[in-house]
């Protein structure tokens, strides 16, 4: 049964606001609400969102516009060549005065982490986020320091054939909730962002205002996990992982961690919507941004030139929905 937490009027409060956020952020990235909304699905289902693009199409400044709409703690991060794990996570200095040592923490200590160009960094430094995205602590020297809620990763990065770039862990990549591309824009919303930043008058993201605060993003995350999940929804969802696994095509299919990330992002799904329990047309939905970052593609793929992501279209429309 429904948890009393995804009551209709929470329900309804936590639909208002997330209309609230996709407005102020549509009203500074034209054209891409899907994305927006991916985004959203990412934050209400506690996980982390991977935009990958080539250089220019605005992954930094959708993670900058949420991180923007919401009244909460935001620390950017640069993922330069040079950028040391202990900038990431924090690290213990000696204090002259009191003689013991301190902790100074990195740029993960906020409620939304903006990571740019993440691909960028050395591996080092990309394990260094490993524990924080999964666990949401960080441990410095023996000691274990909890991170506060909400705590959303947004990080850009650039497809891998572009220089200067290194291919994200596995590990790494699967602590990702969602991945998404933001597409060139279509060319009415191209034109009018020439109008709005070239008339040498505030940009529409200098003029944008927090619309939701962290405590309204906790309770909407709480009602979020409040959402049902019927047993024939949850076989369905694991039917898909276990296709992934098994298929010839791919080398490496969905984790299981993979699979609770899409009923998560599914329940978020659903609490946006209005609706207090899943459908398997939400799994179907977001199976795309939740899963194709985390396979990868086998010689038989390859040799015909088939990505993850047609691979797993065919899986999909392949496995019949489960019911009862």
Sequence with gaps: MPDPAAGPDRLHALVETTGRIRAAVDGVIEGKSEVTRIALVALLAEGHLLIEDVPGVGKTMLSKTLARALDCTVKRVQFTPDLLPSDVTGVSVYNQETRDFEFRPGGVFANIVVGDEINRASPK?????????EERQVTVDGTTYALETPFLVVATQNPVEMDGTYALPEAQRDRFMARVSMGYPVKAAEIAMLASHTDGASTPYDRLRPVAD?????SMIATAAGVHVSEAVQRYAVAIADATRSAPELRLGASPRATLHLVRA???????EGRDYV???????LAPAVLTHRLIPGVEALSSGRSA????DGLLARIPVQAG
């Design 279 to 285: 459908v398997p047309d939400d799994l179907l939905a």
């Design 214 to 218: 962290a405590a309204e993003v906790r």
């Design 266 to 272: 599914a329940k978020a799904s659903a609490a946006m």
């Design 125 to 133: 430094t990309q394990s260094a986020m490993l524990e924080c995205m």
């Design 309 to 312: 992501r047609e691979v797993l």
